[in-house]
């Protein structure tokens, strides 16, 4: 990379924690600029050519998020994000809710992190379910593979209600799912960081995760 994250990095986004207004984040915009909007699409850039390539059918393209928030519907009026980060997604859109499974890597004031989240609208989670239930062996086998690697957490919302289903323990689980991440989350005490193999090591962790990546997008067909 040539565009790294570096200390100053760090001192952005601690600094727009405790200092979020205008003419701070003005007086500081070359910095943001130069040491994590910059950065953070240039390993984008650099995670989805890797991606190309392992998979010419991958085409979910970086969307790197702004420095602005949308504060017209929130509580919440600081008008800057303390967070930054790049989704892999072909919509270009920022929000949450989307049909397809969506690759990220984030930053904020406290740690860094990267997975994939899933998060479509309820009548695609249905479609979800239909696809558990009738590919339940592939299922099975995605999460098993899951559960080998270290340092992923998988979290989410569920169903209070049971559905019914004559799926193994193992899945009963997934099946109860508004929608889920499978994020691993890493401190700023670990250096790779600020070193050139941050594209290769989210690279790499992208790519364990391709197998659920691919049974959830089939949904979206």
Known sequence: ???KFNELTNEYLIGIRFNNYKEWFHEHRDMYRLNVHE???ELADLVYEKMHKMDKNFVQTPK???ANRDIRFSKNKNPYKE????????DG?????????TYFFEISPDWWRYGMFYYPKPADMQLYRNKLS???ARFERIVKKLERLKG???TGEKYKREFKNELSPRLNGWYQFKGFDIIHYEEYTNTAFYGDDLPDIVFEAFKKLYDMYKFL???SL
């Open 134 to 136: 009738a590919e339940s």
């Open 64 to 66: 790197v998020s702004r």
């Open 93 to 101: 859109k920022p929000d949450l809710t989307y049909p397809r499974p």
């Open 152 to 154: 992923f957490e998988v």
């Open 217 to 219: 997008y089939e949904i």
């Open 83 to 90: 967070c930054k980060w790049f989704f892999l997604r072909d």
């Open 1 to 3: 990379m040539i565009n």
């Open 39 to 41: 950065p953070m699409a």
